[in-house]
């Protein structure tokens, strides 16, 4: 799972037409939803074709979140979220589909190269690198690191079909090493011993990587937001831009109304607030944005679940040289990961170069984990 990735240009048309002014009592609504990603947009749009007065209140400049699609090269790029992951059961495909829009399915066919430029053994490494893979279909049955059941059943895998491999022990370490980097670039993780084997996580059925292409992530967004073909709008839902929310008063023994206060100083009432903002966010400021605090059971939650970093450097080329339909991985050999300087290690430590289905003369490397603040900050 490519989670949690950095998070963000804005499609002027969609916002425009999502202002949709609402002039009964001011400043007073059945729901007040604070962050307008996919789950905020979502939520006020449920509720606003349900007949229901909705303000969305998003800090940013733009709606979004993680989505952000972006012109780049010869056509879009997602700057966030890249693909829809599964079909059955996707209420973004199903919209997609319902609106006559044409997602495409992105084969990621994963070629290996040696840190020399070679193809190495690329029968071997194949094999064993969709065999790694596959076991993130088919986890522990007790609780185990996620690198040590994938190195354990390694092990035992080659032992069964490549005991003459068991003899070159670089060759095992550069490749689970390799496989460390596919393993966090899936999970966010900065190593593949931080994750659980073990998840509740469900994927859904159908193709895991379903491309908007040159429509564009943020295409789902009009639609929630019925802009999408010079679409109306939604005529009982208000949107306000450049609204950074920094207390919300809720009634925790009555049934009274919830007061949300702007950075700005301007004050909204509601019957009900959703809050959809990130994880981050939460992190940083609950203890100062509700009133009264939240109950610990809430807090424990936050302060619990952690963060995964994934990273994309985005590279437009004058002309294509790369193989369509594929998808690169890496794997280094210690003697030339030596030959790189302590500010450019970080390029032995890519995990994946993708190719985006928006344009067509582009290339995405992928970072994960540590290596994405190195890359951050040395960009």
Not at 121 to 142: G, I, Q, S, T
């Amino acid at each position: 799972m490519r989670a949690c990735l950095i998070k963000w240009c804005l499609l002027l048309g969609l916002l425009g037409s999502a202002n949709c002014f609402v002039t009964t009592t001011p400043n007073s609504y059945d729901t007040i939803v604070v962050g307008l990603g996919s789950a905020g947009c979502t939520a006020a749009s449920t509720l606003a074709k349900a007949g229901k007065k909705v303000l969305g209140l998003e800090a940013d400049n733009r709606i979004g979140g993680r989505v952000k699609t972006v012109p780049f090269g010869d056509g879009v790029v997602e700057v966030g979220a890249e693909w829809i992951h599964g079909t059955v059961g996707s209420r973004i495909y199903e919209s997609a589909i319902k609106n006559n829009i044409t997602v495409l399915p992105q084969e990621l066919d994963i070629q290996v190269y040696m840190s020399n430029g070679s193809t190495g053994n690329a029968e071997l490494v194949n094999e064993l690198m969709y065999y790694c893979l596959d076991l993130m279909d088919h986890p522990p049955e007790k609780p185990e690191a996620l690198g040590h059941f994938i190195t354990r059943k390694f092990m035992d895998y080659i032992k069964e079909k490549h005991p003459e491999v068991l003899n070159d022990k670089d060759f095992i370490t550069e490749f689970l090493e390799m496989m460390n980097l596919l393993m966090n670039d899936y999970e966010a993780s900065n190593d593949w011993n931080d994750v659980s084997a073990q998840t509740k996580y469900e994927y859904l059925g159908g193709h895991r990587y379903m491309s908007w292409h040159r429509h564009g992530y943020m295409t789902f967004f009009e639609i929630l937001l019925n802009t999408y073909n010079n679409g109306p709008g939604l005529p009982t839902l208000d949107i306000k831009l450049n609204k950074e929310v920094t207390l919300i008063k809720w009634p925790k023994n009555s049934t009274g109304q919830v007061e949300v206060i702007c950075k700005d100083g301007d004050v909204y009432k509601a019957n009900n607030v959703i809050v959809t903002v990130s994880l981050g966010v939460l992190k940083e400021r609950y203890s100062s944005l509700f009133s009264p605090p939240l109950p610990n059971e809430k807090v424990n939650s936050i302060d619990k679940i952690s963060i995964g970093l994934v990273g994309k450097i985005i590279l437009s080329f004058a002309e294509i040289w790369w193989r369509p339909n594929k998808s690169y991985t890496f794997l280094w050999d210690s003697a030339d990961e030596k030959q790189y300087s302590k500010d450019d290690y970080w390029l032995t430590k890519i995990p994946e170069l993708s190719l985006p289905m928006g344009s067509s003369n582009t290339i995405t490397v992928w970072t994960s984990g540590d290596r994405t603040k190195v890359v951050s900050i040395g960009l």
